[in-house]
C-alpha cells in the first residue's frame, strides 16, 4: 500500500479581487456619468421651456422663431409660428404650468397646463438649447389621471 501525499500551496492570488473591483468602479463611473449627463439635459430644457413659456405668454412670436434651429425656422416659416402661437393662444390660454410626463429617445414631453385646457407638448432640443421639435397633443385620458 503507497500513501500518497500531496501538499496544497495556498497562493496570494489578488488580481481576481482586483479585477472584480475595478469592474465595480468602472461601473459606478459609467453610472454617475451618465447620471449628470442625463441632469444636465433635464436642465437645459427646463431652462428651454421656461424661455418659451415666456415668450408664448407676452406672445412674442419672434423670440419664439429665434429660440427655433434653423432647419424648425424654414419648415415653420415666421409667418406659420405668427399664426399657431396666436391661435393657440386665443384657444387655450395662457401657459400656467409645465410638468415633465416622459423622456423618450431626447424628446421630452410636458403636461403643459394652459388657462382652458392640458395638453402634452413634445419636444426636443439641439446641444445649443434650439428647438428642433416641438408639437402639441391633447393627453390621453389616462396619463391625466
Same mark, same amino acid.
Given at each position: ?55 408664448? !405668454?407676452?406672445?412674442?412670436?419672434? &423670440?419664439? +422663431? ?6 424648425? #425656422?424654414?419648415?415653420?416659416? $415666421? /409667418? %406659420? ?24 429617445? !431626447?424628446?421630452?414631453?410636458?403636461? &403643459?397646463? +394652459? ?6 407638448? #413634445?419636444?426636443?432640443?439641439? $446641444? /445649443? %438649447? ?16
Amino acid at each position: 500500500m503507497t500513501l500518497k501525499i500531496s501538499v496544497v500551496h495556498k497562493t496570494d492570488n489578488h488580481y481576481p479581487k482586483f479585477y472584480n473591483i475595478m469592474k465595480y468602479i468602472t461601473l459606478l463611473l459609467i453610472c454617475f456619468t451618465t447620471q449628470f449627463i442625463l441632469a444636465q439635459d433635464a436642465d437645459s430644457y427646463a431652462k428651454t421651456m421656461a424661455t418659451f413659456q415666456t415668450h408664448y !405668454n407676452t406672445q412674442n412670436v419672434d &423670440a419664439i +422663431f429665434d429660440m427655433y434651429t434653423t432647419d424648425l #425656422q424654414a419648415e415653420m416659416t $415666421k /409667418e %406659420g409660428v405668427t399664426g399657431f402661437v396666436k391661435g393657440c393662444f386665443g384657444r387655450f390660454g395662457r401657459l400656467k404650468s409645465m410638468t415633465p410626463m416622459k423622456t423618450e429617445e !431626447n424628446v421630452y414631453s410636458y403636461n &403643459a397646463g +394652459f388657462e382652458k385646457s392640458n395638453l402634452e407638448i #413634445q419636444v426636443q432640443i439641439n $446641444k /445649443e %438649447g434650439k428647438i428642433s421639435t416641438i408639437q402639441f397633443h391633447p393627453i390621453p385620458a389616462s396619463a391625466e389621471e
